[in-house]
Each structure stands twice: as C-alpha cells, then as structure tokens.
C-alpha cells in the first residue's frame, strides 16, 4: 500500500515563527501536493511539485513555499506563521498527473 | 473556470435507508473524477476513479455513476460505519480540485 507521512499530526506555533511541514511518500511518485482544509472552504490547493526542484503554486500560495530536494519529500515552510494559517494542512502524492491522489493523515496546525 | 459542486452538504439517513450524493461539475476535457472518504481528523482516503460517461464502479455498498455534467455515489443500505464525509475531485492539470464534500451521518 501506499503510505504518505506527515511528520506531525499536531503542532502549536507562535505568530512569525518559521514553521515546517514535512510529508514523506514511500512509493516513488512523480507527484506531491499540500493542501489546506478549512470547514465550509473545503481542500485548497497551496503549491505541487512534479518533479525534484519543481514546484507549481496553487490556488492559494501566498504566505508559503515548497521545498523538494528529493523525489520522496516534500515541504511546506510557512516563512511566518500568522493566525489565518490556522488550519489542517494535507500532504498528497499521484504516480502520474493521470492517477488517483493518496493522502497523509493531515496536521493540525494551531498558530497562536 | 474549473468547478466541483456537491450537494447535498449534509445527509442524515436511518440505517438500511439508501439514498445518493451528487456531484456536478465543470472542467474543460474531463480526465478523471475521483471520489474519497474522509473520516474525522483523519486524511481523505481513495475510493473511485470515473474517466468517461456511462462507466460506473462499486465498492461493497456504495456505487459511482459519471455522466457528462456530474457524478453520483448511491449508497445502498447503509450502515453506521458509513458515516463519513465523502468527497469529489476532478483534474485540473497535475492537481485535483475539491469539491467541499457532504457529510453523512447514519444512525441505527
């Protein structure tokens, strides 16, 4: 099966910490994604990546960068952490851009 | 502009009562619409992939119909472990976009 890993399934943050978020998957995909999951906004896109030091931004890129050095890692730093960050934060992975996404646990994020 | 619309938002049904979720649509050159189940807390997990009109897939009691313009999952007698919300995502470039999902709820 595939597996993707969050580092974290809760993490509490002060305003203008740097923070980061690491997501392992073990299942040499081309793809991984970042996501946000917010109640009545359901899941946003943040940025992807499709190959080791490509990224793409996504809907809501703002206030965030990726980072993937290698193809089975990827990270999402919020450079400064502010209150509307607060949120679930979904790491995915696809084999292709025309295969189906499997997803990590998710971490919460609280930023105080 | 690339849309995904569920409806309803929330379905509360009586165990064994069988009913349907929608999903419509909007996307230029449909490459697969895929529905997931998320529980509480938890991380979507993958349950179907549709790529044309007329296909269908089903997966003990829960079965997903494509046309066109949307997608349904029917869910035939369901039980309280269905309870869940369920998600759908279409394809826009190498990304999925979400719809906001319905949340079930099944009392026995």
């Known amino acids: 099966d595939v597996k993707v890993t969050q580092s974290s399934r809760y993490l509490v943050k002060r305003t203008g910490e740097k923070v980061f978020l690491e997501c392992v998957q073990d299942?040499?995909?081309?793809?991984m994604f970042w996501y946000r999951q917010d109640p009545g906004l359901g899941l946003r896109l943040i940025y992807f990546s499709y190959d080791v030091k490509m990224k793409e931004k996504g809907d809501i890129p703002e206030g965030y960068s990726v980072s993937r050095e290698k193809k089975e890692r990827f990270s999402l730093i919020l450079e400064s952490a502010s209150t509307n960050q607060t949120s679930m934060y979904l790491c995915?992975?696809?084999?292709?851009?025309?295969?189906?996404?499997?997803f990590g646990q998710g971490t919460r994020l609280t930023v105080v | 502009e690339d849309q995904v619309t569920q409806s309803p938002e929330a379905l509360r049904l009586q165990e064994g009562e069988s009913s349907s979720l929608n999903c419509s649509y909007t996307?230029?050159?449909?490459?697969?619409l895929f529905w997931y189940r998320q529980d509480p807390g938890k991380g979507p997990e993958f349950l179907f992939t549709?790529?044309?009109a007329g296909e269908e897939k089903e997966k003990e009691r829960l079965k997903a119909t494509l046309t066109k313009k949307e997608s349904f999952l029917h869910i035939t007698a369901p039980k309280p472990e269905d309870s869940a919300t369920y998600l759908c995502a279409v394809r826009r470039g190498t990304a999925l976009i979400f719809g906001k999902g319905t949340t079930l709820s099944v009392s026995s």
């Open positions: 549709l790529y044309s």
């Open positions: 299942m040499d995909h081309e793809n």
């Open positions: 996307v230029s050159g449909l490459r697969g």
């Open positions: 995915a992975s696809s084999k292709t851009e025309n295969t189906e996404a499997f």
